[in-house]
């Protein structure tokens, strides 16, 4: 079976630009992660959801990201503008539901804003 | 407010030597899970093992063993006969069953970076 699949796996871009990063979920699994990995924070949890509805989105840093969910198999999260420190490896995961099971982590994109 | 601490930053081994990464965890639920994530130099993270809070067994998985005490709040994660291949970061991560503010999400510690020598 296919694991989590994130596209783009690199992306560089100019700040002030528009970037949207995607991911397809394993199938089956009701909920979906999207977190962001830097060498000065580590990992942060920036927004999740279940079946389909955002649960959680504290993580966000700014308006400047958002996050969708439109169906169970592709979650699209973008950045609008860009700005250089948001270069970082974002990675997508998702899990068969929260809090028991464990979650299943993308290859990742990374980031890097210019 | 439910936290994980990996106190160890970096471990050096030489191969075929054991090494223990310690995990401390902090949490005000009865029900939790425990997990280990591999993540190597090619930087996806790989998931190791999950373990439930009533269930404090070891466990072992060929090299790989998990030693979960919860007197101490411990989640340790020992690697017999190390290799080079073993070389990662580590994390330990908690998750809180009941549902509430931190319901489903993962809390991560800040990692082990362990490197095994030839």
């Known amino acids: 079976d296919a694991g989590v699949i994130q596209s783009p796996r690199h992306e560089v871009t100019e700040m002030g630009q528009e970037v949207t990063l995607r991911c397809k979920p394993i199938s089956g699994h009701n909920s979906l992660f999207w977190y962001r990995q830097t060498m000065m924070r580590g990992l942060e949890l920036l927004i999740y959801?279940?079946?389909?509805?955002?649960?959680?989105d504290s993580g966000m840093p700014e308006d400047r990201f958002s996050a969708k969910m439109p169906n169970a198999s592709f979650s699209t999260l973008k950045i609008q503008p860009s700005e250089p420190r948001d270069s970082a490896v974002y990675f997508c995961?998702?899990?068969?539901?929260?809090?028991?099971?464990?979650?299943?982590f993308g290859p990742g994109t990374r980031l890097t804003v210019t | 407010a439910q936290k994980v601490t990996q106190a160890q930053t970096e471990i050096s081994v030489v191969e075929k030597e054991d090494v223990t990464l310690d995990c401390v965890y902090e949490t005000r639920d009865t029900t939790y899970y425990l997990f280990w994530y591999k993540q190597p130099p090619s930087g996806e993270l790989v998931f190791l093992i999950r373990r439930n809070s009533f269930d404090e067994q070891n466990e072992i998985s060929g090299r790989y063993s998990w030693n979960f005490q919860k007197s101490t709040s411990s989640f340790n994660f020992t690697i017999t006969a190390s290799q080079v291949v073993d070389s990662a970061v580590y994390f330990c991560?908690?998750?809180?069953?009941?549902?509430?503010?931190?319901?489903?999400?993962?809390?991560f510690g800040q990692g082990t970076i362990l490197t095994v020598h030839p």
């Open positions: 991560a908690l998750s809180e069953a009941q549902v509430g503010t931190s319901y489903g999400k993962l809390t």
């Open positions: 959801f279940n079946n389909n509805v955002p649960i959680d």
């Open positions: 995961a998702s899990s068969f539901d929260l809090g028991a099971y464990e979650q299943y």
